[in-house]
């Protein structure tokens, strides 16, 4: 199993930003697949979680961020509006999971891609 965040950057705040995950080693579209976030000094943090017609997204970030995939390219994408300070963190995309209290195992993590937002 393999992801390979990419798309990360520096914004300010207000900008907007796309990340993306590729994924291998497993038939992605079998599998539900979230996004996690990781700020210095702080615990993971799930942040928006799809399946094959649904999603489901933390509360700071309903509203501003979209989850979507594309299973043809076993891609993941994370839409991400209006973006805040509080958003910076580093991103992972994950196999599985699908709130914050049922996060996937550690080894089901990409090696994430890093979100600043100046204020």
């Known amino acids: 199993v393999q992801f390979v965040e990419s798309g990360g950057g520096v914004v300010q705040s207000g900008e907007s930003l796309r990340i993306s995950c590729v994924a291998s080693g497993f038939n992605f579209g079998r599998y539900a697949m979230t996004w996690i976030r990781q700020a210095e000094g702080k615990g993971p943090e799930w942040v928006a979680s799809t399946g094959k017609s649904n999603t489901a997204y933390a509360d700071s970030v309903r509203d501003r961020f979209t989850i979507s995939r594309d299973d043809s390219k076993n891609t993941l994408y994370l839409q991400m509006n209006n973006l805040r300070p509080e958003d910076t963190a580093r991103y992972y995309c994950?196999?599985?999971?699908?709130?914050?209290?049922?996060?996937?195992?550690?080894?089901?993590w990409g090696q994430g891609t890093q979100v600043t937002v100046l204020a």
């Open positions: 994950a196999r599985g999971g699908w709130s914050s209290s049922s996060l996937p195992p550690r080894n089901y």
